[in-house]
């Protein structure tokens, strides 16, 4: 069997995935933000062109269970504008579900047939499938609810090889983490930590990195121009003692005042026009084709397995 990358629309062939952006979200909708919500589907078409235009072949819909997701309406913006969209299935952490009791107490079985049935059936009654499992964690100690969405998470990936992307807070510990997904049997080598630039420790990012794991570097749209200077900084260093090929890259705009079309800034445009010339004058072209086109396909691409109902 061929080795695969699952969109939105279908299974692709690795070689069609193009420039790839590892995180945003066309639509979400969180406690924790409140007027922030993504919900105008005109909008998210906006922003996505500009996106696609920058020089984005496609991206990551991060956006997982009961966060205001809209599968079908990604799979309309796929069709508008031609981006190659993977779209997620998991669980984000606790907090996000605080007015959701009904998901917070979902036992592991149910979230493992939630997740896989995504997976491989397609979403709640459709085709389109999710091609990557999120789940997030809080930084405080793993909570019930996050022990049991990391277990699914894995035996997801056991079950049908598809990649795990952590969420993580500044401060979470990614380590216990790693530890877990390895004691499940999961190759750390098809988790990615997202957000993985909101540590600064280079040594604790370096520690991750040996372990195999890719890392997700996120934080430069967010206008901060001290932070801009210490993610390029960060970027070079981590190429620099031979880690490009575990760096993937992503806007994770991920709020009305960051999109253009909600009357925010600076829209997903930033990163390909503006960003991304500044990671190369960093580094070299060759990198950023490194983390743009081939570790995505190295993280997501897998083969599918027969599926037995
Ligand atoms: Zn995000």
Redesign the pocket.
């Known amino acids: 069997m061929m080795r695969v990358i699952r969109t939105i629309l279908g299974d692709i062939s690795p070689e069609e995935l193009g420039a790839f952006n590892y995180?945003?979200?066309a639509f979400?909708r969180t406690p924790l933000l409140l007027n922030e919500d993504l919900d105008d589907y005109e909008k998210s078409l906006q922003e996505f062109t500009d996106l696609k235009n920058s020089g984005f072949n496609g991206y990551l819909e991060?956006?997982p269970i009961g966060l205001g997701r809209n599968p079908e309406l990604v799979a309309q913006l796929a069709k508008d504008t031609n981006l190659k969209i993977v779209h997620t299935t998991g669980f984000h952490k606790l907090a996000h579900y605080s007015n959701q009791p009904e998901l917070m107490e979902l036992d592991l079985n149910q979230k493992i047939d939630l997740i896989v049935s995504e997976i491989n059936q397609g979403f709640h009654s459709s085709t389109h499938k999710a091609g990557v499992v999120k789940v997030g964690i809080g930084e405080s100690e793993l909570s019930e609810f996050e022990k049991t969405s990391l277990k699914a998470a894995a035996y997801a990936n056991l079950e049908t090889d598809v990649a795990i992307m952590v969420?993580l807070d500044k401060k979470s510990d990614a380590h216990v983490v790693l530890d877990f997904f390895e004691s499940q049997g999961v190759n750390l080598a098809r988790v990615l930590l997202?957000?993985a630039d909101s540590k600064t420790e280079i040594k604790e990012l370096k520690s991750l990195l040996k372990r195999g794991a890719y890392l997700g570097l996120?934080r430069a749209a967010r206008l901060n121009e001290i932070q801009e200077i210490e993610n390029l900084k960060l970027f070079a260093e981590l190429v620099n003692v031979g880690f490009s090929k575990q760096l993937l890259f992503g806007g994770?705009l991920?709020r009305r005042s960051r999109y253009l079309s909600y009357g925010g800034r600076p829209g997903l445009k930033f990163l390909g026009e503006k960003f991304i010339p500044k990671m190369i004058s960093v580094t070299s072209e060759s990198v950023l084709e490194q983390m743009l086109k081939k570790n995505p396909i190295n993280w997501l691409a897998f083969t599918p397995r027969e599926i037995h109902v």
Do not use: K, N
């Open positions: 995180h945003e979200h979400q991060s956006t969420h997202a957000h996120d994770d991920a």
